[in-house]
């Protein structure tokens, strides 16, 4: 069983790996190159694919947060992810009157540190095959090897994959993910 878990590890640091760029490298995502000497929002404001995720950070008013010294790693959803909660609840949450609730499903996709692929991995492999991550907003989210990548999943029972890993920030790193994540 050891030797499987070995390998399993092995094999997750491997596929991860090829999306582990150097800092100075320029990734791209939703259209936009995601400079390491930017901090998350300078960076998410320019991608194409997180605009949803934008809007609803300026809403519940955390972009001096995101733009602090950090270290954070954020698991950002698509606006494609965003598009699949049930009707109506993007809207809902942007209202005045929910902004505790949208920064508390934001904030639940922030862990405090920089927790790269490798550093992952390596909690992963730690772990036994998984890893319990403390959010900043006090519930805990895990992060487990699948199909040769990593799958995160909520308190809810939900899940969401690592669709593009290490996009480098200067202050932490940012996870795409295919999925919002939601807190009990």
């Given at each position: 069983?050891?030797?499987?878990?070995?390998?399993?590890?092995?094999?997750?640091?491997?596929?991860?790996?090829?999306?582990?760029?150097?800092?100075?490298?320029?990734?791209?995502?939703?259209?936009?190159?995601?400079?390491?000497?930017?901090?998350?929002?300078?960076?998410?404001?320019?991608?194409?694919?997180?605009?949803?995720?934008?809007?609803?950070?300026?809403?519940?008013?955390?972009?001096?947060?995101?733009?602090?010294?950090?270290?954070?790693?954020?698991?950002?959803?698509?606006?494609?992810?965003?598009?699949?909660?049930?009707?109506?609840?993007?809207?809902?949450?942007?209202?005045?009157?929910?902004?505790?609730?949208?920064?508390?499903?934001?904030?639940?996709?922030?862990?405090?540190?920089?927790?790269?692929?490798?550093?992952?991995?390596?909690?992963?492999?730690?772990?036994?095959?998984?890893?319990?991550?403390?959010?900043?907003?006090?519930?805990?989210?895990?992060?487990?090897?699948?199909?040769?990548?990593?799958?995160?999943?909520?308190?809810?029972?939900?899940?969401?994959?690592?669709t593009i890993?290490?996009?480098y920030q200067?202050?932490?790193?940012?996870?795409?993910?295919?999925?919002?994540?939601?807190?009990?």
């Open positions: 069983m050891q030797t499987k878990h070995k390998l399993a590890s092995l094999g997750l640091a491997l596929a991860m790996s090829v999306a582990v760029l150097p800092a100075f490298a320029q990734v791209m995502v939703g259209g936009a190159s995601m400079l390491a000497s930017k901090d998350i929002i300078d960076n998410a404001v320019n991608s194409k694919d997180h605009t949803t995720l934008v809007a609803a950070i300026k809403a519940a008013g955390l972009v001096e947060t995101l733009k602090g010294p950090g270290p954070f790693t954020v698991f950002a959803p698509t606006n494609a992810a965003f598009a699949a909660l049930p009707a109506g609840t993007v809207d809902t949450l942007l209202k005045p009157e929910n902004k505790a609730k949208l920064t508390g499903i934001l904030t639940y996709h922030v862990v405090a540190g920089k927790m790269d692929a490798a550093a992952l991995t390596k909690a992963i492999a730690d772990g036994k095959g998984k890893a319990v991550l403390k959010t900043v907003e006090g519930g805990n989210l895990t992060a487990t090897a699948a199909g040769g990548g990593v799958t995160i999943t909520d308190e809810k029972g939900g899940s969401a994959k690592v890993a290490d996009v200067s202050n932490g790193v940012i996870h795409v993910v295919d999925k919002v994540l939601l807190p009990k």
